[in-house]
């Protein structure tokens, strides 16, 4: 009896509410298949900004389609039942949600831009796109919150003041926090490297290709395919090298030579000489020596000292390997030969052991018998 008597007061609010939450859904499902088709419509016509922008916005306005659908069944469940607690909380509701919902949509739009914006060569680099698309999150998280406080009536003068007070003591707790994120800032202004970059930190033997740039650290993906996750205060403090930077890489080798082929040594070295100065490989811009520089345990040794024209490490090895095969090839053209470590074993018989007590025979001599 009492809930037949409940139902037929609220009988009109349950079918309304009904209504708008199935057109709520239907609406949102709908929304949500035409998102759909626009992603990949735009992925099939390569139009990756407008495909961002599609996948950015769609789950915020469905999301905004349902609290628009929660708030009208919302004020009709307040007219209905006269709630004044409901009816103060409907209005900064909505607008700490709506706030929240466009938040949202706006992060993910700064989430992916910087990924999809490719500037050109007169403008900023790809590393400062990606700071500014972290300050930017991190503006918005903070703006978020404060508007949100406000929409909640929050009191956020004596908020900020307290925040003040406790930032302090945070700070001196979290000086590592500080010091990364301004490693991070430091990377990113006077860019020692970028993504994508092989660097090396000798004090830590650590090397390897630089996959992400964080706030607290960056991620380094090592030749083994290890991943290192390198604090940013680092770099403010060891001596980080960036191979990809170099103008040239280096070849030094020694080439031992036998003491047989001292008098073929100023030919070999000459012609030695006139061969590096016409290789197509080697930065001819760089210093270039071949010199005799010292008489080894088992050999003559011959330094080449010069640098490839290129900072690529496979090919640089490609040029040394074609450097060392062509310095033996006229090392044997004037009939020396290359010097093989020597080992020379001297094999001694040992004394007799004379015993000094022993009465000496004369070998002359001989025993006669008495007559």
Known sequence: MISA?????????????????????????????????LIAHAARHSEPMREALYRATLSPLVALILLGGAYVIAV?????????????ALGPALQAALILVVAWAV??????????????????????????????????????????????????????????????????????????????????LDKPFKIGEWI???????SGTVEHIGWRSTRVRGFDTSPYYIPNYIFNTYVVETPPRMQARRIQQTIPVRYADIDRLPAILKELRAY??????????QSQMVNFTNYGTHSLDIMIYCFAGTVQWGESLDVQEDVLLNAAQIIAKHGGQLA????????????????????????????????
């Not at 009709?76 to 103060?88: F, P, Q, T, Y």
């Open 107 to 188: 992060w993910n739009l700064l989430e992916v831009y910087p990924r999809l914006r490719r500037p050109r060569a007169h403008e900023l680099d790809p590393m400062i796109y990606d700071l500014i698309g972290k300050a930017a999150r991190l503006g918005l998280l903070v703006l978020t919150a404060l508007m949100v406080l406000r929409a909640l009536h929050f009191p956020i003068d004596s908020l900020l003041t307290v925040g003040g007070v406790a930032g302090i003591a945070i700070g001196f707790a979290a000086q590592g926090v500080v010091s990364n994120v301004f490693g991070a800032m430091v990377v990113y």
């Open 5 to 37: 008597t409940w139902f037929g007061s609220y009988q009109s609010l349950v079918v309304h509410a009904g209504i708008i939450a199935v057109v709520s859904a239907l609406l949102s499902v709908l929304l949500r298949t035409v998102g759909r088709r």
């Open 340 to 371: 093989l470590p020597i080992t020379r074993v001297q094999m001694q018989a040992p004394e007799p052991d004379l015993d000094p007590h022993a009465e000496t025979s004369n070998p002359t001599s001989r025993d006669v018998p008495p007559a």
């Open 200 to 206: 090396t930190l000798p004090a830590m033997n650590i």
């Open 76 to 88: 009709l469940v307040d007219e209905r039942i006269h709630a004044r607690a409901l009816a103060r």
């Open 276 to 285: 590096l100065q016409h290789h197509p490989g080697i930065d001819h811009r």
